[in-house]
Antibody, heavy 115, light 110 residues
Framework: EVQLVESGGGLVQPGGSLRLSCAAS????????MHWVRQAPGRGLVWVSR????????NYADSVKGRFTISRDNAKNTLYLQMNSLRAEDTAVYYC????????WGQGTLVTVSS | QAGLTQPPSVSTGLRQTATLTCTGN????????AAWLQQHQGHPPKLLSY???NRPSGISERFSASRSGSTASLTITGLQPEDEADYYC???????????FGGGTKLTVL
C-alpha cells in the first residue's frame, strides 16, 4: 500500500522557520519526481515546489522562491521542505505528492504562521 | 504566477453528464495538456486523469478528459452523489518552469 506521511507542521511566528518531512512507502520513491502542494483554509490547491528523482533538479513557485528549499533522501525514502522567512500568507495545509505524476498524496500537515 | 481558469461552480442533475472546463495558454494546457484531480471536503486530492485522458488504475471510465487548443475539459457521465466534490486542473507551464493549478470547480449533484 502506498503511503505518504507528512510531519513537521505547527504554529510559527512571522519570519520564523519550519522543516516539513514526508515519509514515503509502498512505491519506488527514488524513481519519481516529488512535489509539495499547499492549500490555504477554504482555498484552492497551489503548487509549491518539485524535485526530480535524484535530487539534482528543483523548481519553485515564485511566491516561495528564495525562502523555501526542497530536498530528498532516497536512502530514507523521505522528502523535505525547509521553509524560512515565513509569512502569514504561507498558512496552509502542505501536501506532499508524487508518483508518475500526482498519483500519490499524503494527508497533509498544517502550517500556521501567526504572532 | 498566473493560474488556469475554471468556473467556480457547476450544478448538474443525478445520472446526468457534467462537463468541467479549464482554460490556459500555449505554454501550459496547450502544450502538454492538463491533469484533473478530485477533492472531497477534508480529504487530499485524487488524480483522475493526466495528459488529457490517461486514467490511473482504479479511476472509473465515467471520467474522461479531452483538450481543444488551450482548453481542457473533464466530462463526468452518469453523475452519482459521490461525485459531488471540488475538481482541479493542473498543467506544467514551460515558460514559468512551474506547475500551475486552476482555482477549482465545485460540482454539485442535484
Amino acid at each position: 500500500e502506498v503511503q505518504l506521511v507528512e510531519s513537521g507542521g505547527g504554529l510559527v511566528q512571522p519570519g520564523g522557520s519550519l522543516r516539513l518531512s514526508c515519509a514515503a512507502s509502498g512505491f519506488t520513491f527514488s524513481g519519481y519526481w516529488m512535489h509539495w502542494v499547499r492549500q490555504a483554509p477554504g482555498r484552492g490547491l497551489v503548487w509549491v515546489s518539485r524535485i526530480n528523482s535524484d535530487g539534482s533538479t528543483t523548481n519553485y513557485a515564485d511566491s516561495v522562491k528564495g525562502r523555501f528549499t526542497i530536498s530528498r533522501d532516497n536512502a530514507k525514502n523521505t522528502l523535505y521542505l525547509q521553509m524560512n522567512s515565513l509569512r502569514a500568507e504561507d498558512t496552509a495545509v502542505y501536501y506532499c505528492a508524487g508518483g508518475p505524476l500526482f498519483d500519490y498524496w499524503g494527508q497533509g500537515t498544517l502550517v500556521t504562521v501567526s504572532s | 504566477q498566473a493560474g488556469l481558469t475554471q468556473p467556480p461552480s457547476v450544478s448538474t442533475g443525478l445520472r446526468q453528464t457534467a462537463t468541467l472546463t479549464c482554460t490556459g495558454n500555449s505554454n501550459n494546457v496547450g502544450n502538454q495538456g492538463a491533469a484533473w484531480l478530485q477533492q472531497h471536503q477534508g480529504h487530499p486530492p485524487k488524480l483522475l486523469s493526466y495528459r488529457n485522458n490517461n486514467r490511473p488504475s482504479g479511476i472509473s471510465e465515467r471520467f474522461s478528459a479531452s483538450r481543444s487548443g488551450s482548453t481542457a475539459s473533464l466530462t463526468i457521465t452518469g453523475l452519482q452523489p459521490e461525485d459531488e466534490a471540488d475538481y482541479y486542473c493542473s498543467a506544467w507551464d514551460s515558460s514559468l518552469s512551474a506547475w500551475v493549478f486552476g482555482g477549482g470547480t465545485k460540482l454539485t449533484v442535484l
